[in-house]
């Protein structure tokens, strides 16, 4: 069965430090991965995908994520982080039967402190 | 480009009544729609995919008798809560391929309705 698993809850980060949010996957096939953010009360808004090619996927926002297939993760990071950084994030695989379902992770809460 | 809107973003109903949520993509044709359904502190949970001028296919456990999907046209797919209760009280979430996108193109997602039933 595909999955995606987001193993931290919540993170939290000091502004101006990196931030990394993990994402891992188990898919059949190759894996088309997403990043979602979800503010408060609002709909997703995309940041990145990984579909094929360069490893280190470029995003929104100064967002990018590492593909690590042995590692089978897709994770998110930013250089330096914001306090509007602070939100929501979904890491999705879209289901490869084709439907163009998505399976999402629990989500994991940023924190960025001023 | 690619903004899908919801009507209404909030919606207060007493128990047994039917609530009709709208999704539109404003800026594109959409033939796949999906539903989703997130609870507090929680992930979205797809409900149906909507396809244009067809039958929504559900997800497992959800009833379609229950979650009424329409969706009439290129640009609007319609969810109906019928007999609403108040577990069905949750933040109902669309999404939208646009027409002829590569499969591999992500979906943008609308801004949310959030439902409360008395």
């Known amino acids: 069965a595909q999955s995606v698993a987001q193993p931290e809850d919540q993170v939290n980060v000091a502004e101006g430090n990196p931030l990394t949010v993990k994402c891992t996957y188990s898919v059949s096939g190759n894996p088309y991965l997403f990043w979602y953010v979800q503010y408060p009360n609002r709909g997703l808004q995309f940041l990145l995908k990984?579909?094929?090619?360069?490893?280190l996927v470029k995003g929104s926002y100064g967002f990018e994520a590492e593909f690590n297939k042995s590692q089978t993760s897709f994770h998110l990071k930013k250089p330096s982080a914001l306090v509007s950084d602070s939100a929501l994030y979904f890491c999705?695989?879209?289901?490869?039967?084709?439907?163009?379902?998505?399976?999402f992770g629990t989500g994991t809460r940023l924190k960025v402190l001023a | 480009g690619a903004v899908v809107s919801q009507h209404p973003s909030r919606v207060i109903c007493k128990s047994g009544t039917s609530v009709k949520i709208e999704c539109r993509s404003l800026?594109?044709?959409?033939?796949?729609m999906f539903w989703y359904r997130q609870f507090p502190k929680q992930s979205l949970m797809l409900m149906a995919t909507?396809?244009?001028?067809?039958?929504?296919?559900?997800e497992q456990g959800v009833e379609k008798d229950k979650f009424l999907i329409n969706h009439a046209s290129l640009t609007l797919s319609t969810l109906t809560v019928t007999s609403a209760h108040p577990e069905d009280s949750s933040f109902y979430i669309c999404?939208?391929?646009?027409?002829?996108?590569?499969?591999?193109?992500?979906?943008?997602f609308g801004p949310g309705t959030r439902l409360t039933v008395l």
């Open positions: 990984y579909i094929t090619g360069d490893n």
């Open positions: 999705a695989v879209r289901v490869t039967s084709g439907t163009y379902k998505y399976i």
């Open positions: 800026d594109f044709q959409a033939t796949t």
């Open positions: 909507s396809n244009e001028g067809s039958k929504a296919t559900y």
């Open positions: 999404s939208a391929r646009v027409m002829g996108a590569s499969s591999y193109n992500e979906q943008f």
